[in-house]
């Protein structure tokens, strides 16, 4: 659903070639705070088309290149836009860490080896956080209320993220993995 939101979203705004919206996402960071595969990208279109929501705009055939389809949103197109939208702001938010089945074993591990591996995720959280939070001071001046307040949140997940990585690390250092 996330990458179909992402490019009907796009197509609102611009007519645009698939490798365009794969440019702008990739631009964006959008990997970095949303689940998207880039690898479907293009069936997603090829599905989107059948589907009816988008359609050939304009192909552009260059000198021995493959020709270039540039696509444009329907009507119908907007209307599943706009109920993939709400249905993304009703969706129940579940929290997946990656961590959580290692923490499940705790007990089994080696304490320096989680120490170690602690300090190297902990170095990456802190570099996310100094990026986030910067991304933050850019972002909030003059871009759409909705992108200001991903970032906000993707920079207080980060640094909630980041106090945990600290205390857990504390409590492995003293011992109480095991």
């Known amino acids: 659903m996330e990458l179909r939101l992402l490019i009907l979203g796009l197509?609102?705004?611009?007519?645009?070639?698939p490798y365009e919206v794969l440019q702008i996402l990739k631009t964006r960071q959008v990997h970095d705070y949303i689940k998207v595969n880039y690898g479907?990208?293009?069936y997603a279109f090829d599905q989107m088309e059948k589907n009816g929501w988008i359609a050939v705009k304009e192909v552009i055939q260059e000198e021995k290149r493959p020709e270039k389809r540039?696509?444009?949103?329907?009507?119908?197109?907007?209307?599943?836009?706009?109920?993939?939208?709400?249905?993304?702001?009703?969706?129940?938010?579940?929290?997946?860490?990656?961590?959580y089945p290692a923490l499940m074993n705790g007990?089994?591990?080696?304490?320096?080896e989680v120490a170690a591996a602690m300090e190297w995720r902990l170095?990456?959280?802190?570099?996310?956080?100094?990026?986030?939070?910067?991304l933050y001071r850019c972002k909030?001046?003059?871009?759409p209320?909705?992108?200001v307040m991903l970032i906000k949140n993707a920079l207080m997940?980060?640094?909630?993220?980041?106090?945990?990585?600290?205390?857990?690390?504390?409590?492995?250092?003293?011992?109480r993995l095991s």
Do not use: M
């Open 11 to 17: 197509l609102s705004e611009h007519d645009l070639h």
């Open 40 to 42: 479907t990208l293009y």
């Open 70 to 99: 540039v696509y444009r949103i329907t009507e119908t197109g907007r209307e599943e836009f706009r109920k993939l939208l709400h249905k993304a702001f009703r969706s129940e938010a579940k929290i997946f860490h990656p961590l």
């Open 107 to 112: 007990h089994l591990a080696n304490t320096e």
């Open 123 to 134: 170095q990456i959280a802190r570099k996310n956080v100094e990026f986030l939070r910067e």
């Open 140 to 143: 909030s001046c003059g871009h």
């Open 145 to 147: 209320y909705g992108v």
């Open 157 to 175: 997940h980060s640094e909630t993220e980041l106090a945990w990585l600290e205390e857990f690390l504390e409590g492995v250092k003293a011992g």
